[in-house]
């Protein structure tokens, strides 16, 4: 069985500041999905960035980025240049045989 | 639909009362997920439906929990005898089928279990 753990439930950024959110996972399987989503107050789940674990480059959308190790079995997302309206949870998520969430970091930005 | 729609939006139910949620995901999905949020807490993995195969339903928390899909498209999770620990947000996601797609969520529905 995968598992995921999101070892931060709170972090914050000033705006305009960078921020890592932490993310490890746990699976026997060699070819797997990993996935951020975005959870504002308004409760919609949104899909931020999606690394195939085949692929040895980072995964990138726009101020989103990830920092995949395959060994280390890490999965963090940076947020550059970060804005008032990144303020959220975030869940961190793996798919092997179905998709299975971190319990996530709530991120508060300061202006 | 343009999206994953969920109904409803709000319930409050007393204690030892049935409920059930709806989903209708969006047309053409296969795969079809429910989770439950508790309050600032993660999402918790309750079942998995995938086209015709019998579903994953390794997250359910207890046998009075259960959920069917008619016709591969709308979905209903009941709970049975509710307490007040099944109080939390439920959501339904559903994604086409294909391995690693992303998955489209509904607003959830919150249930209050008084």
């Known amino acids: 069985a995968q598992t995921v753990t999101q070892s931060q439930p709170e972090m914050s950024v000033q705006e305009a500041e960078t921020v890592t959110l932490s993310c490890t996972y746990d699976t026997s399987e060699s070819d797997y999905y990993l996935f951020w989503y975005k959870q504002p107050p308004s409760r919609q789940m949104i899909l931020v960035i999606r690394q195939e674990a085949y692929k040895q480059q980072n995964a990138t959308e726009n101020r989103f980025s990830v920092n995949f190790q395959k060994a280390a079995k890490s999965f963090s997302l940076k947020i550059s240049d970060s804005q008032l309206g990144d303020a959220a949870m975030y869940f961190c998520?793996?798919?092997?045989?179905?998709?299975?969430f971190g319990t996530g970091t709530r991120l508060q930005v300061f202006p | 639909g343009a999206g994953v729609s969920q109904s409803p939006s709000n319930k409050v139910t007393e204690k030892g009362k049935d409920v059930e949620l709806r989903c209708d995901p969006i047309s053409g999905h296969t795969a079809l997920y429910w989770y439950r949020q508790s309050l600032g807490q993660g999402l918790e993995f309750l079942i998995y439906f995938q086209g015709n195969s019998a579903p994953d339903k390794s997250g359910l928390p207890s046998d009075r929990f259960s959920a069917e899909r008619t016709g591969g498209s709308v979905s209903t999770l009941t709970i049975q005898r509710t307490q007040q620990e099944d109080s939390a947000v439920y959501l339904c996601?559903?994604?086409?089928?294909?391995?690693?797609?992303?998955?489209?969520f509904g607003q959830g529905t919150r249930l209050t279990v008084v």
């Open positions: 998520a793996i798919y092997t045989d179905k998709l299975i």
């Open positions: 996601a559903s994604s086409w089928d294909r391995v690693g797609t992303e998955a489209f």
